[in-house]
């Protein structure tokens, strides 16, 4: 395994929409997912798409109840519910943070960590982390989808602001 470069804003991958895993078996994509996890563990992520890694895949990790999960080729669904605005980062934007408004609840589907299908439905920071993830997947960052850019800052000030430094 080998952590690998995190491609920041500003870099085409991840302006653009990401081409499908035709092969979730295929040892390529396999020592990508394994070098993903590996890399968004050591930059201390919750989660980590294909195109931050400069492979403009369609597949994401995240830090899911059971460790860390993969998704290949993902479809999501905002479910009823509220919209909620939450504090999102970004490995890609490293040191700030922004209130991003979401679905709170999703449905999902797509191939597992063993190219199965897959599907269900997540809420709360499990929903936020897959949307997000998928954003980048469709080569959108979390700015584009936040109303009040007032809700933007280096996340030590917000810490300071907010009495946590």
């Given at each position: 395994?080998?952590?690998l ?29 394994a070098?993903?996890?590996e ?18 895949l369609?597949?994401f ?26 504090w ?36 709360g ?8 993830e998928t954003?980048?997947?469709d ?9 009040d ?17």
């Open positions: 395994m080998a952590i470069k995190i491609a920041r804003m500003g870099h085409p991958v991840l302006l653009q929409r990401a081409e499908p895993v035709a092969d979730p078996h295929h040892p390529e994509i396999r020592r990508l997912v070098d993903m996890a890399t968004m563990l050591d930059a201390g992520g919750v989660g980590l798409a294909a195109p931050q890694v400069h492979v403009p369609r597949l990790v995240w830090r899911g109840a059971g460790g860390v999960e993969v998704l290949f080729n993902p479809i999501l669904t905002p479910l009823e519910g509220p919209v909620e605005a939450a999102e980062g970004c490995l890609s934007i490293p040191g700030i943070r922004g209130e991003v408004p979401r679905a709170s609840r999703i449905r999902f589907e797509g191939l597992d960590a063993n190219g199965d299908p897959v599907e269900g439905t997540a809420e920071l499990a929903a936020r982390v897959m949307q997000h954003d980048h997947l080569g959108i960052l979390y700015l584009s989808r936040m109303p850019l007032t809700k933007l800052g280096f996340t030590e000030e917000l810490a300071r602001a907010q009495g946590h430094a």
